[in-house]
C-alpha cells in the first residue's frame, strides 16, 4: 500500500471474487453486495454474457485507436441511440471524460453563436467528476479546496429550483446550456420535482440553451428506464453516461440531438483509448443483456418494492428523516452523520455506502432475488434500528 497515493484513505477490506450479487473477501466472507461497485455492475458480477464478450474480443483484438473504424464503437453507438432517441455518440473511458464533452460541446456552441464567455448553468450539491472541468462543475466546496483556481464559466443554483434557473438567465445574458443530474446520486440520493426536467427543457427552449443531462449514475436502468429523462417525455440536447454502460469495463459515451449533434467536428475532440472495441465489446453485451433479460423493468419493479418495504418497516422511525429514490438508487436520510454504518454493514455480510454524511445510499444489482432483497431490507433496517 505504501507505493499507492492516500487519495482513498485507509482500505480494510479486499475483495477478491464475485458472482451475481454477492463479492467474497480474501478471507472467504461473502457479502451481499448493495453498491454494485458504485452502481457499476448493474448486471452483477461476472455475469456470463459480459465474460462472454470481453473475453471473445481480448482473444482477438484489443485496440487499434481511433486512426480507424471499429465495428463495436458503431454497434454499441446505434444501440445507444436506440435506446435514448439522440443522434450522435461520443465514446469515452469514464463518466468524468464524458461530461468533459459535454462541457466542451456547450461551450463551442455559445462561441459559435457569438456569444462571450459562455457560461453553464450548474446545481448546488452536484457532482459531475474530478477533473479541473468537472470539479469546478460540481456543487461541493469540501472536493474543490485546495484545487484553486477552478475554471470559470459555471454559475451555481440551488437543485430542484426553477425559479432560481429563470433569475440567472435574467442576470446572465451569456447562459448556454444547463448541466444537471435527473437525480443527485453523491448528493444524497435527492429526487427533484416530478416535472423538473421538463420545467428545465422548457426554460431551455425559451433561451436557446442546451439542456444537458448527467446520467452517470441513472443511465443504463438504474431508475427503471433506461435513462431517467425518459420518466419525464423529454429529450435533452446533450447527455452523458458511463458507470453501468460496462458492468466493470471503464467507458463513458456522451450523447448528442438536435442543435448539439453537430458542433463537434474533426480537430475539435478526441481520445486514444476511448471507444475500443474491448469496451465497447462489454456495452454491447451489457445492453443486449438488459434488453433480453427485460432487467430495465426488473429495475423499476424492484426499486419499488425496496422503497416501500423500507417505508414500511422505518415508518415514524425517531432517526429517520427521510426515504426517498428513484427505481434502483435509494437513499435513507438519517438526523446525524453516519459512516460508521458502514462498517457495521460490513460485519453483517452487506457492503453499503453513506453519502452526503448522513445517508445511506443503496445500488443493488438489477438481478437481486426477491430472497437477497427482503435480505437487504432486512439489514439495513437492522444497522438504522441499531445506529
Same mark, same amino acid.
Given at each position: 500500500m505504501a507505493t499507492l497515493m492516500n487519495t482513498y484513505g485507509t482500505r480494510t477490506l479486499t475483495l477478491t471474487k464475485g458472482a451475481g450479487s454477492r463479492v467474497w473477501?480474501?478471507?472467504?466472507?461473502?457479502?451481499?453486495?448493495?453498491?454494485?461497485?458504485?452502481?457499476?455492475?448493474?448486471? *452483477?458480477?461476472?455475469?456470463? =454474457?459480459? +465474460?462472454? =464478450?470481453?473475453?471473445?474480443? /481480448?482473444?482477438?483484438?484489443?485496440?487499434?485507436?481511433?486512426?480507424?473504424?471499429?465495428?463495436?464503437?458503431?454497434?454499441?453507438?446505434?444501440?445507444?441511440?436506440?435506446?435514448?432517441?439522440?443522434?450522435?455518440?461520443?465514446?469515452?473511458?469514464?463518466? /468524468?471524460?464524458? #461530461?468533459? /464533452?459535454?462541457?466542451?460541446?456547450? !461551450?463551442?456552441? *455559445?462561441?459559435d453563436k457569438g456569444v462571450k464567455n459562455p457560461a453553464i448553468i450548474v446545481m448546488a450539491n452536484s457532482f459531475h467528476g474530478r477533473t479541473l472541468a468537472t470539479l469546478s462543475a460540481t456543487g461541493n466546496s469540501k472536493v474543490q479546496i485546495g484545487f484553486e483556481p477552478l475554471v470559470e464559466g459555471f454559475i451555481r443554483v440551488p437543485y430542484n429550483d426553477v425559479a432560481a434557473v429563470e433569475a440567472a438567465a435574467n442576470e446572465h445574458a451569456n447562459i448556454v446550456a444547463i448541466l444537471v443530474e435527473p437525480v443527485q446520486g453523491e448528493g444524497g440520493v435527492r429526487v427533484p420535482a416530478a416535472d423538473y426536467l421538463n420545467q428545465l427543457r422548457a426554460i431551455c427552449d425559451a433561451h436557446d440553451w442546451?439542456?444537458?443531462?448527467?446520467?452517470i449514475?441513472?443511465? #443504463?436502468? !438504474?431508475?427503471?428506464?433506461?435513462?431517467?429523462?425518459?420518466?419525464?417525455?423529454?429529450?435533452?440536447?446533450?447527455?452523458?453516461?458511463?458507470? *453501468?454502460?460496462?458492468?466493470?469495463?471503464?467507458?463513458?459515451a456522451?450523447?448528442?440531438?438536435?442543435?448539439?449533434?453537430?458542433?463537434?467536428?474533426?480537430?475539435?475532440?478526441? +481520445? +486514444?483509448?476511448?471507444?475500443?472495441?474491448?469496451?465497447?465489446? =462489454?456495452?454491447? =453485451?451489457?445492453?443486449? +443483456?438488459?434488453?433480453?433479460?427485460?432487467?430495465? /423493468? !426488473?429495475?423499476?419493479?424492484?426499486?419499488?418494492?425496496?422503497?416501500?418495504?423500507?417505508?414500511?418497516?422505518?415508518?415514524?422511525?425517531?432517526?429517520?428523516?427521510?426515504? !426517498?429514490?428513484?427505481?434502483?438508487?435509494?437513499?435513507?436520510?438519517l438526523n446525524a452523520p453516519c459512516p460508521e454504518l458502514v462498517e457495521k454493514g460490513r460485519a453483517k455480510g452487506i457492503l453499503i455506502n453513506v453519502t452526503s454524511v448522513n445517508t445511506i445510499r443503496l445500488l443493488p444489482t438489477f438481478i437481486l432475488t426477491d430472497a437477497e432483497a427482503e435480505e437487504l431490507v432486512t439489514k439495513v433496517v437492522e444497522l438504522v434500528t441499531e445506529f
Open positions: 473477501d480474501d478471507q472467504g466472507k461473502s457479502y451481499l453486495d448493495a453498491i454494485s461497485g458504485i452502481a457499476v455492475c448493474g448486471l *452483477g458480477h461476472a455475469h456470463p =454474457a459480459v +465474460t462472454a =464478450a470481453i473475453s471473445q474480443q /481480448a482473444a482477438t483484438l484489443l485496440h487499434v485507436s481511433n486512426l480507424y473504424n471499429i465495428p463495436q464503437q458503431q454497434r454499441l453507438a446505434d444501440l445507444l441511440i436506440e435506446q435514448s432517441g439522440m443522434q450522435k455518440a461520443f465514446f469515452s473511458n469514464s463518466g /468524468a471524460e464524458a #461530461n468533459e /464533452a459535454a462541457i466542451k460541446i456547450a !461551450r463551442k456552441y *455559445g462561441n442546451l439542456l444537458m443531462l448527467d446520467e449514475q441513472t443511465g #443504463n436502468g !438504474r431508475t427503471g428506464t433506461y435513462f431517467a429523462f425518459q420518466h419525464n417525455g423529454i429529450l435533452p440536447d446533450v447527455v452523458t453516461t458511463a458507470k *453501468g454502460l460496462g458492468n466493470g469495463m471503464p467507458i463513458g456522451c450523447l448528442a440531438a438536435g442543435k448539439a449533434a453537430d458542433v463537434l467536428q474533426p480537430g475539435n475532440h478526441g +481520445t +486514444t483509448f476511448g471507444g475500443n472495441p474491448l469496451a465497447c465489446s =462489454a456495452g454491447i =453485451a451489457v445492453i443486449e +443483456t438488459l434488453k433480453a433479460e427485460n432487467l430495465v /423493468a !426488473r429495475a423499476r419493479h424492484l426499486g419499488d418494492k425496496l422503497l416501500a418495504d423500507f417505508k414500511a418497516a422505518l415508518a415514524n422511525h425517531p432517526k429517520v428523516v427521510d426515504i !426517498r429514490g428513484k427505481g434502483l438508487m435509494i437513499g435513507i436520510e
